[in-house]
């Protein structure tokens, strides 16, 4: 497994270099974890079917914000460890959860007390009402939970047999806090039964990157999609 390093992004290239990595035919053989590595400032991602009129009636955009790749709700990233899983799998999406979250919950419990996983079949619905929902207000089966409240999610979506999964740990301190990290690394060397070594993103790939977030990410094309 690939633990891929980078340089601080915004959001734009955040969503840009997951997309491009989970759709690169030449790293198919490849297991990849990154940490984001955030800019300074506040951002928020919102699931790919969400709608962008009514997030702009409901949620404070005094940040940057844009749509992802995958579904799910908003999201607040502003002192969360968020991370994204690139892996190959012909598996349903519902298992797939599962199972990284099974394995992630076995590892946190190591530093966070009482960490469940949700078992409530619930559907999330990204918008109800004509209103785009947060992703935490609305757990979902399989997500982490402390003390019935949602800590950990994710979105998950399929370039053919690629899987690409966005997750954020919403927990005090989560970002600063090296042994959240370390259970996620650990979790993932066990649910891929492979070590793990570090790999600096290329200069090529950076290239990429920026072009692909100014053209697609921070356009409001794609930001007001739906």
Not at 88 to 98: G, L
Not at 182 to 204: G, M, P, T
Not at 209 to 224: F, G
Request: proline share 2%.
């Amino acid at each position: 497994m690939v633990i891929l390093q980078t340089p601080s992004f915004d959001v734009y290239s955040q969503m840009a270099i997951d997309e491009l990595i989970a759709c690169d035919k030449t790293l198919e053989n490849q297991n990849f974890l990154r940490f984001y590595n955030w800019q300074e400032q506040k951002a928020i991602t919102f699931g790919y079917a969400q709608r962008s009129k009514s997030l702009k009636e409901q949620f404070n955009l005094g940040y940057q914000i844009t749509r992802r790749p995958s579904g799910g709700g908003v999201v607040y990233h502003e002192g969360d460890l968020t991370f994204s899983i690139i892996f190959t799998s012909s598996e349903k999406v519902e298992d797939i959860y599962k199972k990284l979250h099974t394995a992630i919950a076995n590892e946190l419990k190591k530093y966070i007390n009482q960490v469940q996983t949700y078992d409530q079949r619930n559907i999330f619905k990204p918008v109800e009402n004509g209103q785009s929902k947060s992703c935490f207000t609305n757990p979902v089966l399989d997500d982490l939970m402390v003390d019935g409240k949602k800590i950990l999610g994710g979105a998950i979506r399929r370039f053919g047999n690629r899987i690409l999964y966005q997750g954020t740990l919403q927990i005090e301190g989560a970002r600063l806090k090296e042994e959240y990290k370390d259970a996620i690394k650990n979790a993932l060397e066990k649910f891929f039964k492979e070590d793990s070594c570090q790999e600096l993103v290329r200069e090529n790939v950076l290239q990429a990157v920026y072009e692909k977030a100014k053209q697609v990410y921070q356009s409001p094309a794609w930001i007001n999609k739906y």
